[in-house]
DNA sequence: GGTTAGCATGCGAGTTACGCATGAGTGATG
DNA sequence: CATCACTCATGCGTAACTCGCATGCTAACC
């Protein structure tokens, strides 16, 4: 069945007129005749009675009127769903992040794109990135924010991998430390530190680059939460690694200090979306909002590590 | 748009395979790519990212299959409540009746009706011919009981009639009324009764058929309803006619005689429909109804008119 | 009673949709 | 690493459909 058919009856039961139909659809009137005798056919029913003077709907035409005016709305419905999914005015986007990156990188695209496309429904899941592309690859978000880890490779075959930037480490130490204002640190200046260390890929980081630096870091205070890493290093009981994304979230009595970028490699910062599929249209397009903030991010990196 | 277009993709989007969705429907796999082709192209919209097993929705393909279930959806019912208006086992049907023909003939034919086909939505308006028949070419009813009155012939070219039986006339009288038990009177014996009348086309009935007798009756009391002429014919304060519908409806403590019909010319009952239009199921279901109904009424009346 | 309005239909042309066969790309398998 | 298996896309020829045009027919209107 065709669904012109149904344009046809539809408007021939509003003009009850084959040729008043046909005038205003830019048809003939044969063509009318042989459309509303077509879906005569399909829906074995007389719809219209033929008067001398126009048409008029029988019964089972006023019953399937409804119907046929029910179906075109919501093909209608269709197309402006569509259309608004294209325009960036509807639609969802859901996107997941590794937790330092929703410091600051990810809110800051986040509110530039509400600002520009506020009809876009956007969800923001936090998560490590293993979880994050396991949500990825089972369609429960659109949009991962990833970082590489040594340890776990992600398979670059499946993924479309765009970089945002290179997360680099700084340290943690209380106002009062000697090498607070010594510009850039080599990792082995602070051996004999003492280290606050939390659980998980950052900590791993730490050992290997240790280890690689000549020494085994004195590990004597856990601390999951980053709120209690910031309070045992203010407190002076130790330092800590901190990830560039996080450093406009430390607290103002910690001093940070730029680490040589051969002590501690940087950590690369992807926007991931699943590979060899379309991605939707608010996915591209937030994709530029997170450039933006990253080379925003990037700079006040930069400019602190230049400090 | 053809609907088989959006059952192809409802089709390919469940089993999320072109071949698989051929196999189930019968098609060949070109076929069922040529279709989502055309629903691509037609919706502007790429619905499925081809991978090497199979398909998979994009976010446009996944906006659109929500409005492609409720479109074949409401199709489907669609169909459902065409077939149920045809089987009667659905739609309404709307019915006009004079009032006396509601006194038995229509309620009866409702009550069997009803109870063959309870689906059907009935309604009934009590209404005089006249503007029973301006509904019926309004389209406010479907069907109309209608009698003939000698003074307003309705125009027999534009509607359908189906003889249902003849109305004749009955004399109510007081219980202790003299003529009560003499079998068929003639209108000449009631010249000097004293009658009860109401308004309208029952009293052009009695005015034009005593004046053929050869007197005027003495009108002296006028009541409208039918209760309250009832309750002076009991009093004994009067005498009036009585169509034949209405026999059942007299109160027990009334005579009824029949009357000479070469005196009071019967009406003719008809169930009306528009000519030339195709009357709904349930319209021509009725007829048969009310045919049965008519032929008790009319028998119980020719049994009362021989006592 | 002629004219007009309106729907149905035969006809030819253009378009569309089907099946068949084939090609290209990717994952599974030995 | 080569081969196979599976999937979707596409060229081709045929069949069906739909269109406009012209015509026929019926009933209302002047």
């Not at 890493?229 to 901190?242: R, S």
Request: proline share 5%.
């Amino acid at each position: 069945m065709d669904t012109a058919w149904l344009e046809v009856f539809r408007e021939v039961a509003r003009r009850g007129s084959f040729t008043a139909a046909a005038k205003a659809m830019g048809y003939t009137q044969s063509a009318i005749s042989r459309q509303v005798s077509s879906l005569e056919s399909a829906t074995d029913a007389l719809l219209f009675d033929r008067l001398p003077r126009g048409v008029r709907l029988t019964a089972e035409g006023h019953c399937l009127l409804g119907h046929a005016e029910a179906v075109l709305d919501r093909l209608g419905t269709a197309r402006t769903d569509l259309a608004a999914l294209r325009d960036l005015v509807g639609g969802r986007l859901r996107i997941g992040a590794f937790p330092t990156a929703d410091a600051a990188l990810v809110p800051r695209a986040i509110a530039a794109f509400q600002h520009a496309h506020a009809k876009v429904a956007l969800s923001l899941v936090e998560g490590l990135t293993p979880n994050q592309l396991a949500q990825l690859h089972s369609g429960d978000i659109d949009l991962a924010v990833v970082s590489t880890a040594p340890s776990r490779p992600f398979d670059t075959a499946s993924l479309d991998l765009h970089h945002l930037l290179d997360d680099t480490m700084f340290v943690a130490l209380p106002p009062t430390h000697p090498l607070v204002g010594h510009g850039v640190l080599r990792l082995a200046q602070l051996a004999e530190e003492r280290w606050v260390a939390g659980r998980g890929r950052v900590d791993d980081t730490l050992l290997a680059a240790s280890m690689r630096a000549g020494f085994r870091p004195r590990i004597e205070l856990i601390a999951a939460e980053w709120i209690a890493k910031q309070g045992l290093v203010a407190a002076g009981l130790g330092i800590t690694l901190v990830p560039s994304l996080a450093v406009d979230a430390t607290r103002p009595d910690i001093a940070l200090a730029p680490l040589h970028r051969d002590d501690v490699p940087a950590r690369a910062v992807y926007a991931a979306t699943l590979g060899g599929l379309t991605k939707p249209p608010a996915g591209t397009a937030f994709l530029e909002f997170l450039d933006a903030a990253a080379a925003e991010v990037a700079d006040e990196i930069a400019s602190r590590a230049n400090n």
